[in-house]
């Protein structure tokens, strides 16, 4: 069972490329989803006022995906899909990558724009932090304070993430398995007496 995904680290980076007297400012964020698209694409639209074109590509999604590829007043699929691929030829998700443009006088007609795109792309990938990251499965735990070491002892012995905790008249855990592990780790809790154990929906 496959749990893992690539994705990028959070550092964003700034490329550029230059083609024919055209420059290409590319860009590369990790996001989660789509209102953080908007924000990133405000943000570098305030950043280069006086840039000709925004065109973009993202994907998210860990076990189905969906994307979207933005020409932004380029010839059709000549700079969203272009960049769209270097992200499939990455084989990361959630991830957001923008190349700005600023027109240089000559144009590059459709197949210099596919190329020119593609590689603000692929080098703007190519100076991100890649990483594997795991597919979690959420669960939510309220137990009393009578299990409290065997539930902390299990958390360690698996590794189990703990997401937040409110300790009140009992306790209650949110915590985060390992998708190919998640089912034995819902058995072990679901038999324990008192223990009340719920799968969640990943926020």
Known sequence: MKDTYRTIASTPVETLYKEKGSKFFGYAFPVLKEEE???HLTNLRKQHPTAGHFCYAWQLGTETFHYRASDDGEPTNSAGMPIYGQLLAFEVTNVLVVSVRYFGGTKLGVGG?????????KITLEETTIVERTIDVHFQLNFGYDLMNKVMRTVK???????????????????AVRKKEAEAVFQHFDSLHKMNIEKQKAS
């Open 37 to 39: 698209v908007k924000h």
């Open 113 to 121: 724009l596919i190329q020119a795109y593609k590689h603000s792309a």
């Open 157 to 175: 012995e698996k590794d189990i993430k703990i997401l937040s905790q409110e300790l009140g008249i009992n306790c209650t855990y949110r915590i």
